[in-house]
């Protein structure tokens, strides 16, 4: 054998101990590295998150205006005959107008000072003042005191976002129009309050009468179809290539393809669905039904591949027990692997599904993108999404729906944080060490 001769750097008796030294060194830089990574990415995404709850507080209050509103009986029920029909078709944007001029007559005498002044008031104002009076038809012809919602400009002066100490012409808010605010404050029937209306409306042209709740219904609705559709047959698929299918070039081209598929831009499932579900078989158009459709095809890949890597998981020793007492290789499936499996296949079923409600490149393409004000009844009715909600209103010039689009950004986390934390804890539950 031969040796190798020691150098004289080798030689030294300290040289062993400058390795190793220099060994930890080169550690603790390469720690250093990873934590300011770490760090930097909670900044951002701090920095990220604080600029959304920033820009969406406002939209959760809503500015209101006391109005002594006469319900007079002429503008409602001229006949008095009583009938909800003849009510619901009353002037009720009438008694509003007619409350303003009384609380600023200095107003009623010019035809432009008129209609500033009755632009304080959201034009849903005369909606609200009909859904009370056919709630509770004694208010015709009683004088009553009643808070109404504002507009969204005087809405956003009150909040502070539209500056008072700028020229006139450079402001939505008029000096007449602030004048009529500052005496609305002074005589305390001007307040901010929780704005419950995001939360349990639809959309509307109208930021402060415009809500999410539509499009959680959509979004609630299309997520229910795509979970009927995807999750059984995810799983059956899955089961099938994982315990029973030979082992030849179908098998593996059919897998070569679950992959290929798992990684295909969105928008490719959406003009399938736009040629397939709409244009061929003639299914609603802008319907949670063809939604989830849509989303069910983009979500197969990601809970087939998620329900195999669950299978696999199960030890081996299992199916060779139950098989050496005498099951089928059904029974040992299905009373034994699946019930195992079902925490790693619930968890890939949920985070699937998460990522189908942040789509919206999809949806799109089959008309999910229309203005829809009703809330949907049912899996054919129009709809929308909150991910297209979002993107319909980051599209308005409106300033109060800069707001509003944050606002619903922050409900669209929450569930997808909901749903994330919903996996790990299936995980942690039912997980089980082999």
Request: net charge neutral; glycine share 6%.
């Amino acid at each position: 054998m031969t040796e190798i001769a020691a150098t004289p750097e080798l030689r030294r008796p300290d040289f062993s101990a400058e390795r190793v030294k220099r060994r930890y060194a080169a550690e603790r830089r390469f720690r250093l590295y990873g934590l300011s990574a770490i760090f930097a990415a909670i900044g951002m995404l701090g920095l990220l998150l604080l600029s959304i709850i920033s820009e969406a507080l406002p939209a959760f209050t809503q500015a209101y205006v006391a109005l002594d509103i006469e319900f007079d009986a002429e503008a409602i029920d001229p006949q008095g005959s009583g009938d909800p029909n003849v009510i619901r078709r009353g002037d009720f944007d009438k008694l509003f107008k007619e409350a303003l001029k009384a609380r600023f007559p200095e107003a009623a005498k010019e035809r432009r000072a008129r209609r500033a002044l009755y632009g304080l008031v959201s034009n849903g104002a005369g909606l609200d003042l009909r859904d009370m009076v056919m709630d509770d038809p004694s208010l015709i012809g009683s004088r009553q005191r009643v808070w109404v919602k504002t507009s969204d400009d005087v809405d956003s002066f009150v909040k502070g976002q539209i500056p008072r100490d700028v020229a006139e012409s450079e402001r939505r808010v008029k000096d007449n129009e602030i004048a009529w605010i500052d005496a609305l404050e002074a005589d305390d029937a001007l307040e901010t309050r929780f704005n419950s209306t995001f939360f349990t409306s639809g959309d509307s042209r109208e930021p402060e009468l415009a809500g999410i709740w539509g499009a959680a219904v959509g979004s609630l609705l299309t997520l229910l179809v795509t979970l009927l559709l995807s999750f059984p047959i995810g799983v059956l698929s899955a089961i099938y290539l994982e315990e029973f299918a030979p082992t030849n070039r179908w098998t593996d081209l059919i897998e070569v393809n679950i992959n290929n598929l798992a990684a295909v831009p969105s928008i490719v499932f959406g003009l399938l669905g736009l040629a397939v579900f709409l244009n061929f078989f003639g299914l609603p158009r802008s319907a949670p039904l063809v939604g989830g459709m849509v989303l069910a095809l983009m979500t197969l890949p990601t809970i087939i591949i998620a329900s195999r890597a669950a299978l696999k998981a199960v030890p081996p020793s299992i199916r060779e027990a139950a098989l050496g007492i005498g099951a089928s290789k059904l029974q040992v499936t299905t009373h034994h692997v699946l019930p195992l499996a079902m925490p790693g296949i619930l968890t890939g079923t949920i985070i699937g599904m998460a990522q189908a409600l942040g789509e919206t490149a999809p949806l799109l393409m089959i008309g999910m993108v229309a203005f829809i004000v009703d809330i949907p009844a049912g899996v054919t009715d129009p709809a929308t999404v909150l991910p297209v909600q979002i993107y319909l209103w980051a599209d308005s010039p409106e300033r109060a729906f800069v707001a509003k689009t944050s606002a619903a950004i922050m409900v669209l986390l929450g569930f997808l944080i909901l749903m994330n934390a919903l996996a790990v804890l299936l995980r942690k539950r039912f997980e089980r060490r082999w």
